[in-house]
Each structure stands twice: as structure tokens, then as C-alpha cells.
């Protein structure tokens, strides 16, 4: 009896595993993975005020192998991203924009042209309007870097310039009440004499933070398969999907379904501390700031099943058409003292309209 068990047994396992061998096989014939390298280096380095910046002059192609190829990634010697419409030549009495932000800003997976702070630069040049944009987007980073990247222009900032702090979702899922008040005079020890545009000053010895590469990477770029993580759960839904063609269909609908019938969702399991932390350091920001008169803190959304409430997107690569009406309720679950009734973005002509705003500037696009 035991032994006519193990047997059904066996072949059920053995048709689930070859009818999955077969279905894989017939999949990649029309699906083509991903990547999840997109880059060869996505190390970032320290500046010695305390920051974290991309390296300096290098140039990479972003590249994931199916729908995001050959897109030139270059960043200067001052470890910012490069914006091509910004002359080098600018007039120096030109207002700046000072734009800090993290990857979304950064432009990842976008080529330098078509970064969104680029192309608002380009946009001022045809206007004829006096600008001259900087992008101090750093993927992978939040509102604590942020505020400390403030330091790398805060001395060369005058009353008449910009300063833009994006935000994404992610901002408030990290904890931000360690954070004390810093002075935003940032001056490096390396250098001499007062520089005019923002520079990068490397601690010594250089430190790095990531690795420049992995074992999975390195194997993956020789074979060409992709070796799931298995440290947890999340991280193996999160990396098999890059393996397995039946995986990148199924996993992510699978994913959107436990988001949406789960009976806590991720603004109860944030709670209202970590989001009044970073309420708390906008509001520091704000104040330790006002040598401007033009802060804003930008909130910027992207697409995620579990905001469906708050923000409703419609976006396509290259063109951005939104449309936003956020009830005051929605924000105070969030902890942050602000009413923004409609806002409404003409990405083209970059023109907002914000209908209230309190305590400080923010504004969602």
C-alpha cells in the first residue's frame, strides 16, 4: 500500500515537474526575461560631508536586454548625473534648480536625455527663461540623504534659486527620527577657494557602498541564467521572476492580488510614526533652508497597487499625463499636515496648479 502510494506520488511530482519543464520551454519562445543588472556598476561613493553620490565620470549604458537598451547613463566629475541641454558656458547669473531626489529623478533606465530634470532644462532653453539645472538625483536613496546632500550646494545658494526635494513612496517607509539638525555649510577639506558649481569630495581612503559585482551577476552575464535568491521569501519572488518565464507572468499578478485582499494594508503596517518622522525632517529641511525663498518638496508617485486610493497615473515612457484629487483624509493617515485638493500636471509646458498648501511647500505631481 505504501509502496503504491510513493508511486502515485512520484508521478505526480514527476508530470507537475515536466508539464512546468514544457510550458517553460514553449513560454520562452515568445517571452524574452529581463535583466535585473541594468547596470555594470551601481556602486555609489561617499562624499566626506556625508553623503552618498554616483561615481564620478562614468559613463554605462543601461541595458535589461528586452525594452530598455542602449540608454547612455554619464555622470560628471562632481558625481552628478550629466544634463546634456545644460551648457557648461551657462550665464552665471542665471536662477538654479537644485534638484534632490533618488532614482526616479536619477533617471533609472532612462538615457541622460530623456531624464525628466534634462529635459525640464531644455524646455527653459527653448522658453528662453535663464535656468540652469543640476541633478542631484542618487537611486536607492531617501529623505535623510536628501537633507544631507543639501550640504553639496547650500553655500552656493541665493535667494532667487530653486531647491526641488522629490519624493517617492518609499520615502515614508523609512524611519527618519534618528535624524538630527545638521549644519548645511558644506565646505571640503581638499579644496581651496570658493568653486561655483557643485563639487565632489571624496573621503580617503574612496569608501563605496554596494559591490561592484556578485557572483549571481557574474554568472548570469556568462550564461545568460539567472540563480534565484533563497534568503527569504520576498527575495526569492523578487529574483525568480528573472528566471523563469512561467514566474515573471504569474508572480506579479499573484503579488497585486495578496496586496489587495490582505486584511492589513502597507499604511497600517507603516503606522504613524515612521511617516510623522519624515514629516518632522521636511519641516527641518524647510526651516534650515530658508536662505531660499523657492524650497519645494515635490512628491512624485509611481505605480504601486497598494496607493491605488490615493493617486490614479497614467504614464508612458516619455510622456506623463496626470491627474490627482487627494482628500485631506488620505494625508492624515500619512501624519502630514497638508491639503492638496486637485493638482493637475502639463508635463509639456511643466505648468502646475496647487490649490492649498500648509505648514510647507509640497507639492504632488
Known amino acids: 500500500m505504501l509502496r503504491e502510494l510513493s508511486i502515485k506520488f512520484g508521478l505526480v511530482v514527476g508530470s507537475l515537474v515536466f508539464g512546468f519543464f514544457l510550458l517553460e520551454v514553449g513560454l520562452r519562445v515568445f517571452i524574452a526575461l529581463p535583466s535585473p543588472f541594468m547596470l555594470a556598476d551601481t556602486r555609489l561613493i561617499q562624499d566626506e560631508r556625508g553623503f552618498w553620490l554616483n561615481l564620478p565620470n562614468k559613463r554605462q549604458v543601461f541595458s535589461n536586454r528586452v525594452d530598455f537598451n542602449n540608454a547612455v547613463v554619464s555622470t560628471g566629475k562632481n558625481a552628478l548625473r550629466r544634463v546634456p541641454c545644460r551648457t557648461e558656458t551657462a550665464d552665471e547669473d542665471a536662477r538654479r534648480i537644485y534638484i534632490i531626489g533618488d532614482s526616479q529623478t536619477f533617471g533609472w533606465g532612462l538615457s541622460d536625455d530623456e531624464s525628466w530634470p534634462n529635459q525640464l532644462q531644455c524646455l527653459l532653453n527653448k522658453s528662453g527663461q535663464k535656468f540652469t539645472v543640476f541633478n542631484l538625483g542618487v537611486p536607492g536613496t531617501n529623505l535623510d540623504q536628501y537633507y544631507y546632500r543639501t550640504r553639496m550646494i547650500y553655500d552656493l545658494v541665493r535667494k532667487d534659486d530653486v531647491i526641488l526635494y522629490v519624493m517617492t513612496w518609499n520615502d515614508w517607509h523609512s524611519d527618519q527620527s534618528s535624524i538630527r539638525k545638521i549644519s548645511l555649510s558644506g565646505t571640503c577639506s581638499s579644496r581651496k577657494g570658493e568653486d561655483k558649481n557643485p563639487v565632489f569630495c571624496p573621503v580617503k581612503p574612496l569608501r563605496y557602498y554596494g559591490l561592484r ?94 496607493a491605488d486610493k490615493v493617486y490614479e497615473v497614467l504614464f508612458k515612457r516619455g510622456v506623463l499625463s496626470l491627474k490627482i484629487r487627494i482628500s485631506y483624509s488620505i494625508w492624515e493617515k500619512l501624519a502630514v499636515k497638508v491639503t492638496v485638493l486637485t493638482v493637475i500636471l502639463f508635463f509639456q509646458r511643466f505648468i502646475l496648479r496647487i490649490s492649498e498648501h500648509t505648514n510647507f511647500p509640497l507639492t504632488v505631481i
Do not use: C
Open 213 to 306: 559585482s556578485s557572483w549571481r551577476q557574474s554568472f548570469h552575464e556568462t550564461t545568460g541564467i539567472l540563480v534565484p535568491a533563497f534568503d527569504s521569501v520576498k527575495s526569492f519572488t523578487d529574483t525568480v521572476v528573472f528566471s523563469s518565464a512561467v514566474s515573471f507572468l504569474s508572480i506579479p499578478p499573484l503579488k497585486a492580488l495578496y496586496l489587495r485582499l490582505r486584511s492589513t494594508n502597507t499604511l497600517k503596517r507603516i503606522g504613524s510614526v515612521i511617516p510623522e518622522s519624515n514629516r518632522k525632517l521636511m519641516l527641518q529641511i524647510a526651516a534650515d533652508t530658508h536662505k531660499s525663498q523657492n524650497v519645494q518638496f515635490v512628491f512624485l508617485p509611481s505605480r504601486i497597487s497598494y
